[in-house]
Structures are given as structure tokens and as C-alpha cells.
């Protein structure tokens, strides 16, 4: 008998603000924090983003880390993001955690105020992914193992199944695991010689839809055996029901047309949940706004739920698209739609496209009440994955 | 040297199409789908950037590509009218 | 879970090794990797377009799946590719910074984009292979033995996996380069 994985604290910080507190409140009340750019050094300001709402000294300051060193963006995110968890987990004085954390980024913010002259030894140490979740690490707690994930913008979600199997294996009963990714001149250019960000606010599912906006955050959520959480009288805010993990296989950058890859993810985290897809009342699509996505997506949710499609949104158009991250942020919206029993709308929304499925639209919140909600997070490189979380009862 | 000739050059080495050579483009080939030279989305992005960079042309919504890069003449065509170096 | 190694590939900037066999070594002046993909005749004319993570990951994994034999390019969701490095796509990385480096030359390649991620690798090899299993790209501290077991026995706590592509694959150059690929099975087929 598998143990179930139980989830007992989340911490988060994308462009809504830094805490669970202020997130709820946005969602409830439909307003995105998509703007346009303030901190990143970039002349681009045709395009909105969703940036953390502090700069980076700031940020430094608000969480007392000491000064006289240089950190990345996503590592000040992360350490926001990971403190909130440990600590509604209870876990802040606990030693030998595991942490898994998504990020494709890393410090890039840091190495490329340098470029091209060569990163000076301190701060290089502190550039790649691998570095940018362990300096996370290093100023939450006592990790015993550190890995980080890195499958584009599923990598956070990815995380999350890692943490989920690690525990299912008796390898580990508490798993903190999530992702951190800031915005960077590096990607931000990328996306745009993709041709696939929105000078508008990024509008999922829309017929006008014409891209996405690039966001930032962080959250983490400490994932934990059943038996452990109930031993030390931890809080069980929800329960990891089912993981899928699958390659579309078609294009390095594009979705295949029906969807194979979110298809075969969704399916999955079905089965591994013993669940059928009637069972859902919630998808948070991974809906980022881009003409390929969308109606890869839907097509996707087409094939998977057939006539009874539950209600489906992006709250990427609330946060921007925070790539690495997505999928640990919006498994946290998840959570808190769960908790507080609210699905989220897309403000934005205006336009059905017969290519897509129509989202839950509206100014404010819609009241439900949920058991089982599934969130999408799918990558470049045909990395999609699917995880389904519910009610603790 | 010819303008189709050229674009030919600049595109082979663009989107590193190292077994082919000028010679093995026909002018009138379409260049995406299984027939042509099977190129995808992520090439067309690529010609978008070797139009602007050699010849000032800039295209603001990738779905303009698909006419404009239907075969090396119709990319020719489009670059004599509307070049700006 | 009990798994058992069916083949193995090492791929260096000097030499490839099959199973343990040394069959091919490189000779100054030449493009190992150009050499590699014609000898074995993988006429995939998109290698050409891979950046170096891509190039080695994807003429090992060849090799690899050569060796195995049988049908490929089936479609297929039972076989995972979790691969391993340390420094993530850092060449493709550099090469993109130096096209948004200087104002005046300001030409953002997508090509070059597109391969700024490590997991484009897994991703290359599933598509050519038709692999819609499980895919992922772990980064390290370090090569670690350890580590990675773990990983790909996690990978088989999947149900519907019954082997792994899997192995360490670090390119920080055209000339360094380190590939050490196996495929790994459920003992019990």
C-alpha cells in the first residue's frame, strides 16, 4: 500500500505580492498583477510582465540577509517562498529536510549584469540552477539533499511528482518541493524572438489571444507521508492524489496538434489518483495564452473529458507566465481554491474561439465547492506533466 | 550575385542546413511541409531575424511568414520590395 | 526495484566505447560528432541544427538504441529518458547572451533560444524515438552514482515503465564533452 502523500504548509510570491494571505484575496477578487515593467533593466516596456512587487534590496532587507554579497532574484523569491512554507509546516527548526526545486533561470539576473566581461568567482558561484536552489536551501534550513529540476516550464510541477514518488518510495516522509524563477533580460529577449509574447495582458483561451506575459515567483509546498503529518499533529491542508509525467514527443518548442503529450500526463495523474475524469471539479489549465498552447491544450482536455468538461481557467492572467515556477504556484491556487472553495475567473476573458475551451470568466471569484482539482503544467521540449490535488477528509 | 542566389546562401547557413548546397534549392520549392525542405516554426522565426539583419525588413506577426516564405521567390519578391539596405 | 543494465554508451571528445568496447576515436582536425552521425548513417538532417548538449545526447542515445536493436520510431509510453548533468545548457546559454550583447548587433536568435534548456535534450531523443513516457533532465552538484539510482527508480515506481534511457550527459563545448548513456530494464522482462 502506497502511503498517501499529504501536503502541510505552501508558501508563495509571484506578482500578486509575498504570502498566501494577499493571494487569496487577489484571486477572490479578480486582480492581476500584470504591469508594466518596473525592476528588470530592460527597454521592452512594449511588453507587461508580472513581476514580485519588491526590488531586489528590498527583498534582501525584508527577509534579513545579511549584506556585502550579491543575490540572484530567483533566490531572494525562493527564500521567501520556502521560509513561508517551513513555517506553516512547522518545520523551520527541523534538520535534514529534502528540497526539490524547479528553475531553469537560476541566477542569470546576476550573471548577466556582467556579460560580457567574465563573472567575478563570488557571484559565479552563485549562477547556475543547481547553485541558485542551493543558496535557497542554504538560507531556509537544514537540507540533507538538494536537487533541482529543470524541464522548462513544467520543472516546478515536475518537482512536486519527484517529491510525491520520493515519499511513496519510503525514501523520505516530508519533501519541500516547488520552484523559483525571476525574470531575466536573457529569456525575456528569447520569448520575444519567439514572437510569442502579447503587448496586451495575456488572454488564455481567448480568440484574440496573442501570446503571454513573462512573470516571476516562487512557491514551495512541503509534501509528507500521512502517517508522519498526523504523528507530529502537523495541519493537512490537502492531499496529492495523482501524478503524470509525459513527452508530447512532436517539435523542441511546439505542442502537436491534439494535444498527445497533456493528453497522455492528464490520463495518467487520473489513473495514478483512481480517479475518473468526472471526478474533477476544477482544471487549472497551464493556459498561457499563446495561440499553440491553447488550442493544444484544448484539445487536450477535449479528448480527456469528453462532454463534461469541469470548469477550467489559467490564473496566468493574474501572474504573467512564471515558467519554471508555474507549477508549483498554480498547484498552491489550487490549494487555496480547495481551502476556501473559490474557482478562479479570468478577468480578461472576452472572446470564445471554437479551437478552444471557454474558461471560467467574470470580475470576481466564483463560489464552489471542490474535492478534486487538477493543475496543468507543460514545457518546451514536450515535458508535460498534470498533477491532481484534493480535500483533506 | 542574384538575389535568389544570395537568400539561398544566407539560408543554408542561418539555419545550418549543412548537407545542402544552392544548387539542391529550387527556386519555386515550397519550403515548409513534407514536400519542400521541411522547415518549421522555429526557422521561420530565424528567416524573420535574417530579413531584418541583412535587409532592414521588419515582420512584427509570424503568420505574415507563411506567404512571404513559401519558396525562395516569394521570399526574393518580398525582400526587392521592401528592403531598406 | 530490481533492474538489470542491457547496454552501455561512453562518448568522449577521443573516443566512443559500446558496451565497454572502444569503437571509434577521433582524429585531429575533425568534427567527432559530424563523424559519428555519418558512420552510423543517422540521416537526421536536424542534428545539424542541435546545439552541442543536443549533438552528444542525441549521436549517443543512437548508438545506444542501434546496439538494442529491434523496431524504433514506434510510437511508445513505456520507456522514460531522465538524463543528468552539472552545468545545464551553459554553451547554448553563452552563445544566445552574445546575440542580445551588444545594442548596435542586437539579433536574438530563436534557434539558439530554443536549446537554452537543458530538457530540449530529452526532449530531442523523445521525438526522434517517438518516447511519450516520462521524460526529465536532473540537474547535480556533482556526477553522483547515487543520485542518480535514486532517480531512476523513481522513474520505475511509474507503472507503465519498463526501462530507462538514462545517464550523465555534460557538453560545455564543442571539444569538452562527457557522455555516459545506458538503458536500464525492469529485471522481471
Not at chain 1, 291 to 310: I, K, Q, T, W, Y
Request: aromatic share 6%; charged share 25%.
Amino acid at each position: 500500500m502506497r502511503p498517501k502523500v499529504v501536503i502541510t504548509g505552501m508558501g508563495v510570491v509571484s506578482a500578486l505580492g509575498v504570502g498566501a494571505e494577499r493571494h487569496v484575496l487577489a484571486l477572490r477578487s479578480g486582480k492581476s498583477g500584470i504591469a508594466e515593467v518596473r525592476f528588470l533593466p530592460t527597454k521592452h516596456h512594449e511588453f507587461p510582465v508580472g513581476e514580485a512587487p519588491f526590488h531586489n534590496e528590498e527583498f534582501r532587507r525584508k527577509l534579513n540577509l545579511p549584506e556585502g554579497r550579491r543575490y540572484s532574484r530567483t533566490s531572494l523569491l525562493g527564500i521567501a517562498a520556502l521560509r513561508e512554507a517551513l513555517a506553516q509546516g512547522r518545520l523551520l527548526d527541523r534538520q535534514v529536510l529534502a528540497l526539490i526545486s524547479g528553475t531553469t533561470v537560476g541566477g542569470m539576473d546576476v550573471t548577466e549584469q556582467f556579460f560580457p566581461k567574465p563573472v567575478p568567482d563570488l557571484d559565479r558561484d552563485i549562477h547556475d540552477c543547481g547553485a541558485s536552489t542551493n543558496d535557497i536551501a542554504d538560507n531556509c534550513g537544514d537540507f540533507d539533499h538538494v536537487s533541482t529540476v529543470s524541464t522548462a516550464c513544467s520543472s516546478a510541477m515536475n518537482a512536486l511528482i519527484m517529491g510525491k514518488l520520493l515519499i511513496e518510495n519510503g525514501e523520505r516522509d516530508i519533501v519541500v518541493a516547488g520552484g523559483a524563477e525571476a525574470l531575466s533580460l536573457f529569456h525575456l529577449n528569447g520569448f520575444k524572438s519567439l514572437m510569442i509574447l502579447d503587448t496586451q495582458c495575456c488572454r488564455p483561451f481567448d480568440k484574440m489571444r496573442a501570446g503571454l506575459n513573462l512573470g516571476e515567483g516562487a512557491a514551495y509546498l512541503v509534501l509528507e507521508s500521512e502517517a508522519s503529518a498526523k504523528a507530529r499533529g502537523a495541519g493537512i491542508i490537502g492531499v496529492v492524489s495523482g501524478v503524470g509525467n509525459a513527452c508530447d514527443a512532436h517539435h523542441q518548442t511546439a505542442s502537436s496538434e491534439n494535444g498527445e503529450g497533456a493528453y497522455l500526463a492528464m490520463s495518467q495523474a487520473l489513473l495514478d489518483a483512481g480517479l475518473s475524469s468526472s471526478d474533477i471539479d476544477y482544471v487549472n489549465a497551464h493556459g498561457t495564452g499563446t495561440p499553440n498552447n491553447d488550442a493544444s491544450e484544448s484539445a487536450a482536455l477535449r479528448r480527456v473529458f469528453g462532454e463534461h468538461l469541469p470548469p477550467v481557467s489559467s490564473t496566468k492572467s493574474y501572474t504573467g507566465h512564471t515558467t519554471s515556477a508555474s507549477g508549483s504556484i498554480e498547484a498552491v491556487f489550487c490549494l487555496m481554491a480547495l481551502q476556501n472553495g473559490f474557482i478562479p475567473v479570468q478577468p480578461e476573458f472576452e472572446n470564445p474561439d471554437e479551437q478552444c475551451v471557454t474558461p471560467v470568466s467574470g470580475s470576481n471569484a466564483v463560489s464552489a465547492d471542490l474535492r478534486h482539482v487538477m493543475c496543468n503544467a507543460f514545457g518546451f521540449g514536450g515535458n508535460d506533466s498534470s498533477i491532481i490535488l484534493s480535500r483533506y477528509e | 550575385m542574384e538575389l535568389t542566389e544570395e537568400l539561398k546562401t544566407k539560408m543554408i547557413e542561418a539555419l545550418n542546413l549543412e548537407e545542402m548546397t544552392p544548387a539542391d534549392i529550387d527556386d519555386n520549392a515550397p519550403l515548409f511541409g513534407d514536400e519542400g525542405l521541411g522547415l518549421d516554426s522555429i526557422d521561420v522565426l530565424e528567416l524573420i531575424v535574417l530579413l531584418e539583419r541583412n535587409y532592414g525588413i521588419k515582420i512584427a506577426d509570424p503568420k505574415q511568414g507563411k506567404e512571404i516564405f513559401a519558396s525562395v521567390r516569394t521570399m526574393a519578391d518580398y525582400v526587392a520590395a521592401n528592403r531598406t539596405k | 526495484m530490481n533492474t538489470m543494465v542491457k547496454h552501455t554508451v561512453k562518448l568522449t571528445p577521443n573516443y566512443l566505447e559500446v558496451n565497454g568496447k572502444r569503437v571509434a576515436e577521433t582524429v585531429a582536425g575533425e568534427s567527432f560528432l559530424t563523424k559519428l552521425y555519418r558512420l552510423y548513417n543517422m540521416e537526421y538532417p536536424k542534428f545539424f541544427k542541435m546545439d552541442v548538449l543536443c549533438k552528444v545526447g542525441f549521436v549517443a542515445s543512437e548508438v545506444l538504441l542501434g546496439t538494442e536493436g529491434g523496431e524504433r520510431f514506434v510510437p511508445r509510453s513505456d520507456r522514460a529518458v531522465l538524463l543528468f548533468n552539472r552545468h545545464s545548457s551553459l554553451h547554448a546559454d553563452s552563445t544566445f547572451q552574445h546575440t542580445i550583447a551588444n545594442p548596435d548587433e542586437f539579433y536574438p536568435s530563436p534557434s539558439v533560444f530554443v536549446y537554452t534548456l537543458p530538457n530540449i535534450v530529452t526532449g530531442e531523443i523523445a521525438i526522434r524515438n517517438k518516447y511519450q513516457g516520462e521524460s526529465s533532465f536532473i540537474l547535480l552538484p556533482e556526477k553522483s552514482e547515487e543520485a542518480m539510482d535514486q532517480a531512476v527508480a523513481r522513474a520505475f515506481m511509474d507503472r507503465e515503465t519498463t526501462s530507462v534511457l538514462t545517464g550523465w550527459v555534460e557538453a560545455v563545448s564543442e571539444t569538452e564533452y562527457e557522455v555516459e548513456m545506458e538503458l536500464r530494464m525492469k529485471n522481471d522482462e
